[in-house]
C-alpha cells in the first residue's frame, strides 16, 4: 500500500500526481497520462485520480533514457497541438492568425510526413508556415542549439560539396 506526501520527492513510498511527475520529467501531463495508459510507467488509481510513486520519477530520469523516440514524437506534436489551441484563443477569430493555426491543424492530422515535409520544404507557402511555427518553445535551449550547429555543418558541407575549390571561403 502506498502512502502519498504532498509535494515532495522524499519517500520510496510517496505517490505523485501526473501533473508533478510532467514537471519532473519536462513533459505534458498528458504525456505522462498516456506512459500510464501504455502501462511504461508504474502508477495505481485513487480515486479516480492516477498517482505515480516517486521512484518512477528516479527511475526514468536515471535511466539515460528518458522517453522513446515514438514517445517523443508524440510529445512534441501534442505540443505543437497545444499552443494551436492557446493562440487559438488568444487571437481574433477573424484575423490572418487563424489562418495559419488553420493550415498547421491540417498539416498535423496529416501526419508525421506531412510536418517532416512542411519543415523542409522550399515552397513559398512552406516558408510562410514556418514563419507561422506551432513548434515555437519546444525544444529545450541545449536541443535547439544542437540542431542548429548540426544544421549548419550539413548546410556548410552541402554549399561547400558544389563549388570549384577556388571559389570557397
Request: overall charge positive; glycine content about 8%; charged content about 35%.
Amino acid at each position: 500500500m502506498f502512502v502519498a506526501e504532498a509535494g515532495r520527492m522524499t519517500s520510496e513510498r510517496q505517490l505523485l500526481s501526473t501533473g508533478e511527475v510532467a514537471r519532473h520529467l519536462g513533459v505534458s501531463r498528458q504525456q505522462v497520462v498516456n506512459m500510464c495508459g501504455r502501462d511504461e510507467i508504474e502508477h495505481v488509481f485513487v480515486g479516480r485520480h492516477r498517482r505515480i510513486p516517486a521512484r518512477e520519477v528516479r527511475r526514468i530520469l536515471g535511466s539515460g533514457r528518458e522517453l522513446t523516440r515514438e514517445q517523443e514524437r508524440s510529445l512534441w506534436l501534442h505540443r505543437a497541438r497545444g499552443n494551436i489551441e492557446r493562440w487559438r484563443a488568444e487571437h481574433r477569430s477573424d484575423g490572418m492568425t487563424v489562418r495559419y493555426l488553420d493550415a498547421w491543424e491540417r498539416v498535423l492530422d496529416e501526419g508525421l510526413e506531412a510536418v517532416l515535409d512542411t519543415l523542409t520544404s522550399t515552397s513559398p507557402e512552406a516558408c510562410e508556415l514556418r514563419q507561422n511555427s506551432p513548434f515555437a518553445g519546444i525544444l529545450d535551449d541545449e536541443t535547439r542549439v544542437q540542431v542548429l550547429r548540426s544544421f549548419k555543418k550539413h548546410w556548410e558541407r552541402g554549399r561547400g560539396a558544389g563549388r570549384p575549390a577556388d571559389d570557397r571561403s
